[in-house]
Every structure is written in structure tokens, then in C-alpha cells.
């Protein structure tokens, strides 16, 4: 019988993903026993999602077999999803079977928040996960093919309508500036019916960058056929489109998609986690309040700033070091030391406008615009996948080829 | 002021583009004006439809810019679709314009025929034209995107019900038994989930061909996955699926696709020829009676095998033989000397079950299977391309390439 502890890791993105890593090179085998469950064999990179909404990246690009980056041999994988965390004993509850561990780490990333809009949960599509990222392509394109099958067929079918112009919002709207005409061109349609709308509530599109990155987006976007619509409320959403504004004026489409917000797994609610917008406040250690055995990564985590009194935003980047911190911790409490802190190490921020087009901040504050950006933005994508599957992978999936 | 003759030749399919190049090749410049009037500026490869209809070929291999073949110096092109026929003043109602003529060559395809089965055209895709054929495909695609999105979703969304055993049935069933696993594996679906029926109502699928290919077809399609329903007769059509059968059952499918019929353009209908089965029975120097200026090509023509009495079967290969004669008939009535009958030459029949299969005959009956078969098929197409655009075009759209 074995009396390793067990160690559980709920979620493979990019905490859960990097946790295991970082326990397989921190612990030995006979340390302790590693399980990472997931929901897919595979992980997908969240941060391209709104490339495979958009339909601008081979799918598959985008996706790695769990199994390619971690061994079975050395941890033990269950694809399956999970039901409830039962924290007072130790125990989850999967669709397919129970666990038990003596630590856990929950990373189940995020869910979309609709923030009650009425309508939007039922009519937009979101950039969820890998699954939901395929609908998108898949329902812009099948518009575009029955606009040309139906002599009655209205224009705006063919309109995009994005509600959110945060990062995501943005960076998908730049994937549809280059998308729109290539589909135009492959279903014979004027470019100029076509229509894509990004509509947000702030006065501005990406509230919380600076000044000038935010005016470098939004005219790169609108000169490549971009519509955006700052200052506009989303009133209710429909199946026709977005109502906005005070005067109600309903702006129609025939894709629809929300990116306006999100929140933690909802697994954390169920199993009686005390939350925070969606999300659990954890300890500096990244503990959940009064659980010894149990961090919490990633999208599902508040983690406090506390120079600036208010949470880190929720970024992959931050969830990395999340994984660097937890496994750490991990280490340390199966070596009764002390535990450290997390402190945030922040890198930069770059988005991209399509392929060749971003902006953003790297460094202290150093910015970047255009191809710059967008070279940068892709050394970014890599040296994730460096960090997770070393030259292989990053040589496979890799966005900038050495050759 | 230009006295010269005007032909006018209504639709750019097999039939209508090679009459239009024979006639460049019989007729110099000065002899006669000549006009090809077609809906859009492409010509596409209605033989290669049902490889759209799957997505198993790149769209624009299976479509060629009618400029790029005939070119607009010698030859006006206009875009635009007829409306009618003003067969006895010797003019052409289009959209947006209208035409006269001296000659007219009537070139215009087929129309889908559902001989009345209820629901039919309501619910079911045709394999019609370019654009419905990239429907097809997306409307698939996008079961397959839904499925994966919908925890409640039925598993009969991802059938794909093929109604008719005829040619273009049969070819599109081999398409799909590989187009079908690849899109489970893009989605992640248990490949057993996807159905592929097809549903003949004669005793079996390919009537009319020689048995032995006929069982040869069967069993290939049938060990990659599909079920072929034959004697089954389609009852109604609804939105759920075919009922079938004297016990009405229902067979659900996500895909709903009809093959079963076609008939001559409704345009000529609408102009007032004398339709059997909704085309018109030319003279055996393809005239139709009673117009000494006017030829009636390819589908929209009932050519009759004086031998057998009975029409010879529509395919792109008479079309084709039509041409050459239409093409010689109309120089020698502008040279005022007699004009010949078309004599069809039977060159044989291939079909492809998908990229690797295919079955037929060749010369005088020599049967065809498998591998063989299937390579004499893209030899059979790339043969078409090169009648049609020469080494250039072969090169450019050839299935086959020499290197």
C-alpha cells in the first residue's frame, strides 16, 4: 500500500499545466503522488482562442495532447469532469468516479459573465473554451455561405457583433479585420456588407491601458473595416442582435458574440468556497482562507496587489507564477518549511490586431506598436510553449519558426 | 455599324463554355459576334460538386474565372441571370439588361427535381450549384461545431441523410465516408456517433449500372461506415429527417441532402418550350423544333438514342460531344450548308468512391475498380480541364499532377 500523499490537480490550462511541471521537477516520484485531472485529453492555449473563434490559426495549433507534455508514467491522468469539491473531506466528486488527495490545487479557469444582461446568455456565442472557439468559426462561416443561398437573405446576417471591447474583445476583433474578407472573397460578397461591430460601455475600448496604445487600436482596427462603438450599454441582446444606448437602438447581427467579462469556474460556488465576484480571495501563499491543503490558481483566484489595494488582473501570465508559487508551497509543506508569498512579476502586456498588427507594453512601460508588437506578442505564445514542452513542443506548435 | 451575325450563349457549364470555344476556334472575329451570358464569373466543375458538397477538395480547385479561359476580347462576357426567353422576337430578358439574337444557344444547366415529395425542397440541401454545395458543407461542419456545445444534443444531428442512389448520391456517400471521420476527430466525436445513410427507393443503388460494380460500390461504401437503405422510398421529408417505407419510419439526421432528381433549367418553362420531364426533346441537330436558330444543349436537352429509344443519360460528357456539334451546326447555317446530326460516342462511365476507389466502365464495357478506377477518374476530369483551358489550366486545377 502506498502512503505517498497524493497531490490533486484540478485543470490542465496554464496553472494547472504549469503546477505539474513544476511538482514533477520539485518532488520525487516516491515523494508524493501526482494526479491531474482534466475534462479533454488535450490543453488549449486560452490566450489563442480568439484565434480559432475567428478561424485564423490551424485549430490544432492551438491544442496539446496532455500526455505529449506530461507522462502518464509519472502522473496518473483522469479526463473527466468534475462534479463538486468536497473540501471538509478531502474528497471530489468527478462525472465518472470519486478522488480523494491530501492536497489539492484547483485551476479550473474561468467562465463567461454575462452580468445579467438579459438575453446574452441564451443568444452570444463566447470565447469559453476550444469547443465554444470552433461554434464561432463555424456558425460566422455556415452565415456566410446561407447569405448566398438565400435571395431574401438580409446583410446583416453577415454582421459580427462583438459585445466587450476589453483584450479579448480586441484581440478577436483584430483576428476579424483579416477574416472577414478572405471569407468574403470565398462566398463571393462585397466586403462592404460585411459588417464588424465592436461595442463597448466604456468610454473608452480597453479600459486600463494607456492612452496612446488604446488610440493605436482602435485606428488600426476602424481603418481595416473595424465599427467601434464606445460609450454604448448593452441594454438586452436578442436573436437579433444587441439593443444599446439610452434611445434602445438596436444594432442587428447575425453572429453574436459576448466577451464583456469573466468570472471563476463555477465548481468553486458549488462546493461552498466563500467568493468574491465568482472568485475565492486567497491567503498571500495562494491558500484558500482557512484550508491548509488547498490552493487555488489562476482564473478562479483573487490575488491581491496589496501596493494598489485591489486584485492582479487575471492574465496567463499571472497564472504561471501562480504555478510557480503553489508548487513551491507544495514542496515546502510536504517538507514542513515555510511557506512564501506570491509576488507578481509583471512582464508586459502585448495584444495583437491579426497577424501583423499589436500593441502593448513590455518591460517597465516600454511601448510597442505594429509589427514590433505583434513579433513581440508572438515570442510571448512561444516562450510559453518552451516553458511547457521545451524545444519540441515549441518547435511544433510554435508561432515564429526558426527556420 | 456592326452587321454581323450575333450568337448568344446562355449559361457557362460544360455544354455552354466548350460551344463558346468552339466556336472562337470555327468562327474568325469578323464572321459573327459572339456573347456568353452566365450568373456568375466563374465556371465551376459540376462533376466535382459533390467533393464541395463534403469539403473533401479545396472549393476553388473545383471553379475556374471564366476570363481566365475565354477571354473577353473575342468573346463579351456578361454576368447576369436570364429571366426569360423571347423566343419569337429573338431576345433575352436578364436582371439588368436585355439582349437579342441571331443564334441562341440554350446551355443552362439542370434544376434540382424532387418529384413532388413533400417536405423535399423545404428541408432538404440540393447538390445543385457552387454556393449550394459550399452550404452543404458548412451546414455539416456546423452540426459537428453545435454537437460538441450542447450537453442535451441528440446524436442524430450528427447524421448526414443522403436521399437518391444514383451517380451524384453514390460519389457524394464516398466523399463523405472520409470527409465523416476527419471532421470526429476535428471535434473530438466517437466516430460511431456520425451516421452516413443512404436511401434509394429502387431494389438498389445505381440503377441502370452493371451489377458487379453496383455490388462492388456497396460493399466499399458499407465497410467504410456508410449504411445504404435500398428499396426504400422516401414518403415525406420534414425537418426531423425522411419517413421511408410503408411503416413510415423515421430516419433523423442533422444533414438533410436530396440527389435523387434533376430536370432541365425552369427557364425554359417560363419561355414557353414544350417541356417531357422538364426539358425539351431537340432534333437530332440539337435544335429545338420549330426554331431554325435556336439550340438546346446539355441538361436542359432530351437527346434521343434513335437505336434504343430512349434519351441518352445527361452527363458532362454529352454536354460536351453537344458542344462540338452545336459549335459546327452554327457555322454551317451562317455558310448556309447542311447541317450534321449529333452521333453520341460513348467513351464509358467512372464514378469515385472518394479519393482512393471508384468503379466503372471504360471503352466498351472494359469494368474498372478500385484504385484503378478512381486514377481514371481524375484522368477523366483532368482531361476536361485540358480540353477546356490546356496545359495551363490542367497544371493550375489538374487532380493528377505529372510532378
Redo the contacts between chains.
Sequence with gaps: MSTKPRIVVLGAGYAGMMTTKKLMKNLSPEEAEIILVNK?NYHYQTTWLHEVAAGTIN?NQARIMISDIISPNRVRLIYDTVVEIVKDENRIVLENSELTYDYLVISLGYETNTFGIEGMQEHAFFIENF??C??I???M??Q???Y??DPDADESSLTILVGGGGFTGIEFVGELVEKVPKLCR???IDRGKAKIINVEASPTILPGFDKNLVAYARKSLQERGAEIREGARIKKCTEEGFFVGDDNELIKAGTIVWTGGVTGNSILGKSGFELTKGKVTVNSDLRAPGYENIFILGDCAWVMNKVENRPYPPTAQAAMQHASTCGNNIKALLNQEPLEDFVFSDKGTVASLGVTDGMGTIFSGTKLFGKTAAAMKKVVDDRYLFLLGGPKLFLKKGKVRPF
Tied chains: 1, 2.
Excluded: I, P
Design positions: 479533454h485549430q469547443e465554444s470552433q461554434l468559426r463555424e456558425h462561416e455556415y456566410f455561405a446561407k448566398k443561398n470565398k462566398y463571393d
